[in-house]
């Protein structure tokens, strides 16, 4: 069996247009696959690629809705990508989302006697807190007794979502519906309305304003500096004298922190309460999300509203045409495979071996 | 409370323990396989959901149950080539690779089951496995009942713990897959090809995580759920370090969390005046707590995450 006939060879010189230009062509690729798929359905491909568009962009009603979904995408991108840049794997934004959330519903639904301007920052600051201390176990766990990441923050979100379903079907079950979801949060806890007739609220600001921060942290501070560093190689680190299980933790805490901030704005913005599903994936589509923006917090910004386009416009497209919009969980699948195929080419070209 | 100590209960929990660890001590086997090879599989936990789908899904329609095993096992094996052309070939991020593909077949598996089953408010159920009662040793008090009325499965389970422990340790294959997971370098120049032999663990990997897939459709439930596996391949990679890459220990590992299962599942029936989230945590927790017990010692392969490039 003639194994491997071709190889891969260093590039020398890496464009950077070609860099840029890369998730661009790993989404084409990747709904050609996707195309695939839904013929083998029995569907035609076309038809539901084009409704996915025209749904989330093709009407304001539609336009809006996708801004309302990036928002928590944004979050639980920015959170996945800060970790991983420091080579923290925090698979766990889904069970720090919950612990977000689930601080600010606490926090909402005790009907504090305060002015919204301060109960926002308020709900913010516990759901921030929440998050970021959910993340800094296993950060913990990782640095002080060497407990693998990965696993520990995946058991972590079903750790979390038992812990809430519990409330929601005990203490907290609403008496009037008697359905498993809190009582609705104070009216000064509830995130203000940014655009008319739409859904769209403060929660955009405050993604947007992380993006911003997190590009200025990793970026121009000695923390960044640090993150960094121990991401892209930990015994150099130490031999810089960056102090490598500091930052793991401080890491693990914001990174934590703002995936919690995204379960804040589900709540306080959008359904101003606390539901079972409040999250359909967040915390695990912000993967694909991060990786899709490179790990940097403006493509982030970028690849969390491609996915919004596609959650958004699934829903539409199950409607249209008959795909389910589980359509839109393949097609975060793919696109994350595709693009990891192609960041090969990054570095190396494949040249034919005689 | 008083029922709870009795011979019976703890046939049952016992029986149960064994059960339940079934799929554990094959995902575990898989992983171990892998892993021996230098490649960590993150597939895992999609990989078990999707050939639990397709093995139920073959039932559904052909109405023969080893038809399903069978076509679980191709399912795996494909998704094991699939991780190898990411973590070998292309040499890119183990733990994206295989996040990729259990975010991939995931999504797959929510597609299919809902473009082929609908979503109908009972989810449509098969014939199963019925437990296979050995003639005679079925008899012997207490241990009859608790190892020789099991499914075929967890019997098949059970047998390739010695089988893996012996291809791993005694079998030529077994010496170039644990070189090749050590040092591939030195491996490479005794002339053993490390691309081959890695593609061969992951698609064995593969298969057996299609077993373990097929035991949750055709044997612990008798339908499809979008949950069935939920979280047991992240309980097996963590059991992949207990186990300290070892098929003897996966056994041993699986039983105490099987038996954490099957108990969890016992109290909750008795109805404490605790939620019964708190008992279907506890596997987690203490997955969590043995993970940080035993990975100070964890010897992992020496070459894991680590894709070989030959110059």
Known sequence: MPFPKFRLVKREKISPTFRIFLPFIAIGVSFIFSSIIILLAGKNPIT???SIFYGALGTRL??????????PLILTGIAVALAFTGKFW??????QFYAGALAATYVGI???NLPNFLYIPLLLLVGFIAGGLWALLPGFLKTYL????VVTTLLLNYIMIYFVTAILEGPWRDPETMWPQSIRISENAIFPKLIERSRVHFGLIISILSVIAVYILIKYTKLGFSIRATGANPKASNFLGIDIKKTILITSIISGGIAGLAGVGEVAGLHYRLTENISPGYGYTGIVVAMLGGLNPFGVLLSAFFFAIIITGAQYMSRATGVTMFMADVIQGITLLVLLAM???YEYEIRRVE | MKD???VGFFIGLLSATIRMATPLILATLGEVVCERSGVLNLGIEGIMLYSSLVAYLTVYYTNNLWLGVLTAIIVGILFGILMAFFSVSLGVSQHVSGLGITLFATGLSLFTYRQIIGAPTIPPTIQTFKTLTIPILSQIPILGPILFDQYILTYIALILVPVFAFLLYRTNFGLSLRSVGENPEAADALGINVYKTRYIALMIGGALMGLAGSFFTLAYFNMFLYGIVGGRGWVSIALTIFANWDPK????GALLFGGIDALQLRLQAIGFNIPYQFFLMMPYVLTIVVLVLVARNALAPSSILKPYKRE
């Open chain 1, 146 to 149: 060497k407990a693998d990441d």
């Open chain 2, 4 to 6: 709870i100590l009795t």
């Open chain 1, 90 to 95: 925090n698979i766990g934004a889904e069970g």
């Open chain 2, 249 to 252: 220990r996966v056994l041993l």
């Open chain 1, 48 to 50: 539901a690629i084009y």
């Open chain 1, 110 to 112: 005790s009907y504090l």
């Open chain 1, 343 to 345: 960041l090969i080419f």
């Open chain 1, 62 to 71: 539609g336009f809006l809705e996708t801004i309302v979904k990036a928002i």
